[in-house]
Structures are given as structure tokens and as C-alpha cells.
């Protein structure tokens, strides 16, 4: 759990980057959490997460500890994983930041496409 006084917030390259809620004007269903980035950009947050291991051989042991599901194997160390719960998914993925067998772990972010 996180504490209050650190706010939310995930890891991009070894950095702490904190989220504040947000409404959104995306097309939204209830599948997704809105927040911003920076107070700059809005990012929906599912049940969703992406994590590289670099000991493939762990994937099972994260899979039972966090009570995971794996989606899609994107590439021979990079997995879709799935969350029971999308309150759940920015805490388990730093928790599993936190692991050596792990070289990143973040919310797979549903971000607003821009036409040029």
C-alpha cells in the first residue's frame, strides 16, 4: 500500500512519476482509472500491466504472487499481464518493479491519439 504523503505514482527508468486523478474526455468506459501525468498529460489506467523480467524463468512465482494472468508473451522477456482489480494495478506494478527478477513493470497507459 501506498503512503499518503507519496501520492500515487509509478516507475519510468529507475523515476518516480506521479499521477493526480483526472476526469477525462476520452471515450471512457468504466474499465479505466483517468490521470494526469505532470498535470500535462491524461492517461487511463485498466487492469492491465506490461513487465520485462530478466529472469524469464520467474514468470510463473509473479504470476501466483500477485494472483496475475498473462495475456500475451509481447517478446521472449516482455508480457501483458492482467489484474484482478484495476485499483490494483499501479501498486502491483511497482511491487513488482521492486523485484531483481524484474527490469521494468508499468500500467499498460491508454493515451489519447493525435492527428497531425
Given at each position: 500500500?501506498?503512503?499518503?504523503?507519496?501520492?500515487?505514482?509509478?516507475?519510468?527508468?529507475?523515476?518516480?512519476?506521479?499521477?493526480?486523478?483526472?476526469?477525462?474526455?476520452?471515450?471512457?468506459?468504466s474499465?479505466?482509472?483517468?490521470?494526469?501525468?505532470?498535470?500535462?498529460?491524461?492517461?487511463?489506467?485498466?487492469?492491465?500491466?506490461?513487465?520485462?523480467?530478466?529472469?524469464?524463468?520467474?514468470?510463473?512465482?509473479?504470476?501466483?504472487?500477485?494472483?496475475?494472468?498473462?495475456?500475451?508473451?509481447?517478446?521472449?522477456?516482455?508480457?501483458?499481464?492482467?489484474?484482478d482489480?484495476?485499483?490494483?494495478?499501479?501498486n502491483?506494478?511497482?511491487?513488482?518493479?521492486?523485484?531483481?527478477?524484474?527490469?521494468?513493470?508499468?500500467?499498460?497507459?491508454?493515451?489519447?491519439?493525435?492527428?497531425?
Open positions: 500500500m501506498l503512503l499518503a504523503s507519496e501520492g500515487l505514482f509509478y516507475y519510468n527508468k529507475g523515476k518516480k512519476v506521479f499521477l493526480t486523478p483526472a476526469a477525462s474526455s476520452m471515450r471512457s468506459s474499465d479505466y482509472n483517468f490521470y494526469k501525468i505532470d498535470n500535462k498529460i491524461t492517461v487511463g489506467i485498466s487492469n492491465k500491466l506490461i513487465i520485462k523480467l530478466t529472469d524469464s524463468t520467474k514468470l510463473e512465482e509473479i504470476l501466483g504472487k500477485f494472483n496475475l494472468q498473462l495475456l500475451k508473451q509481447l517478446s521472449p522477456s516482455l508480457y501483458l499481464l492482467q489484474t482489480n484495476k485499483n490494483d494495478t499501479i502491483i506494478a511497482n511491487s513488482l518493479y521492486k523485484m531483481e527478477a524484474v527490469e521494468f513493470a508499468h500500467p499498460d497507459f491508454l493515451k489519447r491519439s493525435i492527428r497531425r
